[in-house]
């Protein structure tokens, strides 16, 4: 990569995002606090517009307290609160086993380590990853399309999967980054960084920037 380090793009792309309006960022500052709303919030996002991820999140949330709470809903009844999300109905199996899968084997309690939530039925890789950076503030790396995109666009890494760019990011992306650097590409990635045509003329970063297999931008 040609031009500063990480840590002058890192800071213009937190005051950029900061100006965004965007449900991403409602869902980041909902998720900090609680580390079963992060988990369930993530849970319900695979495949789902963020807009519709918060409006279920929310009715869901407004029932809905801690794990033990799911017990005292039918499968149908979840179906209903998170109602439109993909996958809804898959999703609502996977939360109706979920205190089921926690009183079993983590003491009641959301793990705090990657290994562990990846046991849960409906958590992969990039779910665990968010909750040990968002919730526990644990270094965890969580790589979705925005950000493997944006780190191979920018010239940062060179991979082909979002799992070759987890393992890239964990070896060269200095620690103090990466519980923030999932939201804060996921909110550039929407607005200015798209994957198709990106508005490079806006662009904050555009002169630090190697414009990987950008063909056309606005």
């Known amino acids: 990569m040609k031009g500063p380090p990480m840590g002058t793009i890192y800071a213009l792309l937190k ?13 980041m500052e909902m998720q900090t ?12 996002s695979a495949r789902t517009k963020d807009e519709t991820t918060l409006v279920a999140a929310k009715k869901l949330f407004a029932q809905v307290h801690k794990p033990a709470d799911l017990e005292f809903f039918s499968l149908k009844q979840i179906e209903k ?14 939360l109706k086993k979920l205190p089921e899968t926690l009183n079993a084997f983590f003491n009641s309690r959301i793990p705090e380590e990657l290994d562990d939530l ?38 940062y890494v060179k991979t082909k999967t979002p799992h070759e760019t987890e393992m890239a990011l964990r070896k060269k992306l200095p ?7 999932n939201s804060m590409l996921v909110a550039f990635g929407q607005n200015t960084c798209r994957p198709i ?3 490079c003329s806006r662009c904050v970063i555009k002169k630090y920037c190697n414009q ?3 063909s056309a931008c606005r």
């Open 175 to 181: 620690l103090q980054y990466w519980e923030h650097i």
């Open 118 to 155: 990846m046991k849960i039925d409906g958590v992969g890789r990039k779910t665990a990853n968010l909750v040990v950076a968002v919730a526990f503030k644990k270094p965890g790396m969580c790589v979705d399309t925005h950000v493997h995109r944006i780190m191979n666009r920018l010239g």
């Open 15 to 27: 005051k950029e995002v900061s100006h965004y309006h965007v449900p991403v960022v409602d869902l």
């Open 197 to 199: 045509s990106p508005w």
């Open 33 to 44: 606090h609680d580390p079963f709303k992060v988990l369930v919030t993530t849970m319900l």
């Open 212 to 214: 990987v297999g950008v």
């Open 81 to 94: 609160l998170i109602y439109p999300v993909g996958f809804y109905r898959t999703k609502a199996k996977h």
